[in-house]
């Protein structure tokens, strides 16, 4: 009786192991101060300099910004937009499950750390081609970096979770296969 027990509450146990929280990378935004356009052409320059990918954000819109000239004296980058491909477009919904998530064996998902997202005025006239945008007209940038506290926090209590699991687990077959009759 007792061995059929355990062969019923098995399947259960496995059930609760897949429903305890998992570990999550998590990336973060951080929009380092403009400032004048010196100081935005050297957040610029030091940003390319660390091969991040650069989009422009205008409106709703997101393109890739190919081949970025900063040119500081002119105070405005030069590129050449293109369309974004799929492996820059994670953050546009804000990551998996819009919580700022990324899987950290998923190339598409890590291409994330490295982007950079100049945000701009909708009404720019943005168009696919060669593209100038000015100093002037750069709203906000977002450095897209890890999130070390947040993905920390998520191993350490999915690693307590899987452990309690895996704990409970053993008492219920202990108790499941326990006859003190015998």
Do not use: W
Not at 24 to 43: H, M, Q
Request: aromatic share 8%.
């Amino acid at each position: 009786m007792r061995a059929l027990l355990t062969l019923q509450v098995f399947p259960f146990i496995i059930a609760l192991l897949f429903l305890l929280p998992g570990c999550a990378n998590y990336y973060k935004e951080v929009t380092p101060p403009l400032g004048s356009n010196n100081e935005r052409a050297a957040t610029l320059e030091m940003l390319k300099s660390e091969d991040r990918v650069f989009i422009l954000r205008e409106g709703n819109k997101a393109f890739l910004m190919q081949e970025p000239v900063i040119k500081k004296e002119l105070h405005k980058i030069d590129c050449r937009l293109d369309t974004l491909s799929s492996l820059h477009k994670l953050h546009l919904g804000l990551g998996r499950k819009g919580k700022m998530q990324y899987k950290k064996k998923i190339a598409a998902d890590k291409a994330v750390l490295k982007e950079v997202h100049i945000y701009t005025d909708p009404g720019n006239d943005v168009n696919l081609g060669n593209f100038s945008l000015s100093f002037e007209k750069i709203d906000k940038v977002e450095v897209l970096i890890k999130d070390k506290n947040k993905t920390g926090t998520s191993y350490f209590f999915g690693g307590a979770g899987i452990l309690a699991g895996l704990g409970l687990a053993a008492i219920i077959i202990f108790i499941a296969a326990y006859n003190p009759k015998e």
